[in-house]
């Protein structure tokens, strides 16, 4: 690999997570680097209240989904962030979460230094920790679930289903990011693969926001479940037994809010 070229004077990117949705869980070096930026990348935020933390007047640049097909655009992304450390002191290239899971950004990390253009990834709070945190449930557990996996429902070319294939749930936490529309192919996968029936597996829309829903059912009665419920996109998946401990957490947590509150 050559080293690069040392490129004329340029500003510094910064690849920043925005967290998983409450503007509040956004990391304090995240909230000081949106604060002097010249100008933000951003995508489908799912909090975009947190592009108002940035200067009045600066150029807020929408790279998003919406404008078409994702990987013919990864590219110009690229290209985009190079010209602008050209014209800019303090680049943000602001994503959902954290950058470094199922967020494309080493992909956008080496096309900076590759050019030569410092640059600096600022780490988010992932989904998978937000939902843990917001709905009240570890993602590790000595007596449920000593290992964790982050999987995506997403190929870059299509759906992933072999990573479904020999999975065998007992065990471990399960976070699919990415599943919503590919829930029917990874539940009979998983089934196939061995997996009980009676495995439980959570579905939470919206987050950590004030609108966040939560479903919980089996492989068996999932689909029905999110089907009936109209459950919508941003949406993450959860398996295993720490969704019991969820049920669990959540029955206490009723009982202490009937005692608490006032006849
Ligand atoms: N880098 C991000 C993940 C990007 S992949 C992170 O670390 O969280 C995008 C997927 O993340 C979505 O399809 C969805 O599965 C999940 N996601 C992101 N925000 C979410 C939210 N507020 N609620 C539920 N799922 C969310």
Redesign the pocket.
């Known amino acids: 690999m050559n080293l690069p070229m040392a490129s004329k004077q340029s500003g510094k990117v910064y690849l920043v997570g925005a967290g ?2 409450d503007p509040e869980l956004l990391t304090i070096k995240a909230l000081k680097i949106l604060r002097k930026a010249d100008i933000v990348f951003y995508d489908d935020l ?1 909090s975009p209240r947190i592009l108002g933390v940035c200067r009045k007047r600066i150029q807020m640049v929408y790279v998003g989904k919406r404008l078409g097909i994702h990987s013919c655009l990864q590219n110009e992304i690229n290209d985009k962030l190079i010209e602008a450390s050209q014209n800019h002191n303090t680049i943000v290239r602001l ?5 470094s ?3 494309r950004v080493g992909e956008e990390y080496a096309s900076l230094l590759q050019e030569g253009i410092p640059c600096e990834i600022i780490a ?1 709070i ?2 998978a920790s937000g939902v843990a945190s917001s709905l009240g449930f570890p993602l590790t557990h000595r007596d449920y679930a000593r290992e964790i996996l982050f999987l995506s429902g997403h190929k870059k070319d299509g759906v992933n289903s072999d990573a479904f294939q020999n999975l065998n749930c007992v065990g471990k936490t399960i976070v699919i ?3 919503l529309n590919s829930l029917p192919l990874i539940v009979s996968e998983l089934i196939t693969a061995g997996n009980a029936k009676t495995t439980k597996i959570a579905v ?6 004030d609108t966040e829903r939560v479903f919980t059912g089996d492989l068996e009665t999932i689909e029905t479940i999110v089907l009936e419920n109209e459950v919508k ?4 998946l959860v398996i295993g037994e720490i969704v019991r401990f969820y049920e669990e957490m959540k029955f206490l947590k009723n009982g202490c809010a009937s005692i608490l509150s006032p006849i």
Not at 204 to 209: D, G
């Open positions: 998983p949705g799912v994503k959902g979460g954290d950058p899971i199922f967020g988010g992932t989904t990011y990415m599943g939470i829309q919206n987050a950590t926001l996109s941003p949406a993450i």
